[in-house]
């Protein structure tokens, strides 16, 4: 029997909390295969990793559903500008925030 076919389909976040990023300003997201971008339950690890964060951008990232959760908000007290462009499976941006769209900017 393989290994692969023991372990379980658990998606992983792409931050995990190992990696801190306190200066970053800028992050661009393209094509990424993942369901989450970060998990709840990393938070505390992951609160100071994107306090410069002004700007998000992310594209094709056809697998991801959520992009923020009501508890990764807090996590970026600097953001401005979030764009976002050919989203597929998209079904919200933020909590209470619910779009259906192929291309979608907006300037907080």
């Not at 462009?85 to 907006?106: R, T, V, Y």
Request: glycine residues 4%; proline residues 6%.
């Amino acid at each position: 029997m393989d290994n692969n076919e023991d372990k379980l389909d658990i998606p992983t976040p792409l931050f995990n909390g190992k990696v801190m990023l306190p200066k970053l300003e800028a992050l661009e997201l393209y094509g990424i295969n993942f369901e989450k971008i970060w998990h709840h339950h990393q938070l505390p690890g992951i609160s100071s990793c994107f306090q410069c964060l002004r700007q998000f951008s992310i594209e094709h990232c056809n697998n991801l559903k959520v992009l923020f959760s009501s508890s990764t908000v807090a996590i970026f007290p600097s953001l401005e500008e979030i764009k976002i462009s050919g989203m597929d499976d998209l079904e919200m941006i933020w909590p209470n925030q619910l779009f259906q769209f192929s291309m979608w900017s907006k300037r907080l």
